[in-house]
């Protein structure tokens, strides 16, 4: 269906971070976009044309979203947010619970609806633990997710969700995409809510510092990550969408691995100040995780490219303003 001849998408999850950037590329590519969330954007207001809030565990408010055939939909609603909530172990219940509720609804409601176009964001949690204990040497390909052991319940839903697509894309024919996303960050994202990714509270932290003293670093500061841009997680998305054959899952990350500690003296470095750190006990997760991209060069021609030091400097910028403004 279309809008005065405009393609038209659905994004589930469009009051989160990707989600509300999702929607502002969408438009920007000539969509009619449709968003829906428990909330708006919290930072920017939506350039939906049209936003339902609503509770996408509840199958009602699921018909009410999906009613017509989208040329697309994206589905980013999740029960999720930093180490903090999903890796105490005491969310458990309700990641599982409500995640794998809200993608057994969107999928149901896009099968009635024959809508055959469907992206599906799936997590780097959901890779074996016993290949991430090594920070230096960590393993990710995409056929390494099997024996499944991920490291916490988020994982374990994630991954059962993929199953769900596929079965979906076999049984029903509907033509899914399935992308594990590596930490993805940017600015217009949580920054001090406790759902925040290591970046952004890493932002905060040396925000809020004064020259000279100290910030608190959960765990040794050895572990290490990859970290990839808001901008090039679009523009992956979108790769994979304009394709016709392959479906994934894929990585979508990036392959700039460095530590917890590196990354805090980065963003010190940016902001033009002198700290310690402090390394506390805290949740760890894995050891170590790296995005592996040779099977999205291999389908798509393309893996992401940009600078660590580049996203993380308008993320700064963002967050630096964040805390100023709160501090007024």
Known sequence: MKINDQKIALVCGAGGFIGSHLVKDLKKKGFWVRGVDLKYPEFDNTEADDFIIGDLRD????????????????????????????????????????????????????????????????????????????????????????????????????????????????????????????????????????REKAPAAICRKVAEAKDGSSIEIWGDGSQTRSFLYI???????????????????????????????????????IAGKKLTINNIPGPLVVRGRNSDNRLIREKLGWAPDYPLKKGLIETYRWIEEQVRLKAE
């Open 59 to 194: 199958p009602d408010v699921c018909k009410i979203a999906i009613d017509r055939r989208f040329d697309e939909v994206y589905q980013l609603a999740a029960d999720m947010g930093g180490a903090g909530f999903v890796f105490t172990g005491e969310n458990d219940a309700g990641i599982m619970h409500n995640s794998a509720l809200i993608n057994l609804n969107i999928l149901e409601e896009s099968r009635k609806r024959n809508i055959r176009k469907i992206f599906y964001s799936s997590s780097a949690c959901i890779y074996p633990e016993f290949n991430q204990m090594d920070p230096l040497n960590p393993k990710t390909s995409e056929d390494s997710a099997y024996p499944a052991n991920p490291d916490s319940e988020y994982g374990w839903e994630k991954l059962f969700s993929e199953r769900l697509y596929l079965a979906f894309n076999r049984n029903y024919g509907m033509d899914v995409r399935i992308a594990r996303l590596h930490n993805i960050f940017g600015p217009l994202g949580s920054w001090n809510n406790g």
């Open 231 to 269: 901008d090039e997680c679009l523009e992956a998305m979108r790769k994979l969408m304009d394709q016709y054959k392959f479906i994934g899952p894929v990585n979508i990350g990036s392959e700039e691995m460095v530590t917890i500690n590196e990354l805090a003296e980065m963003t010190m470095e």
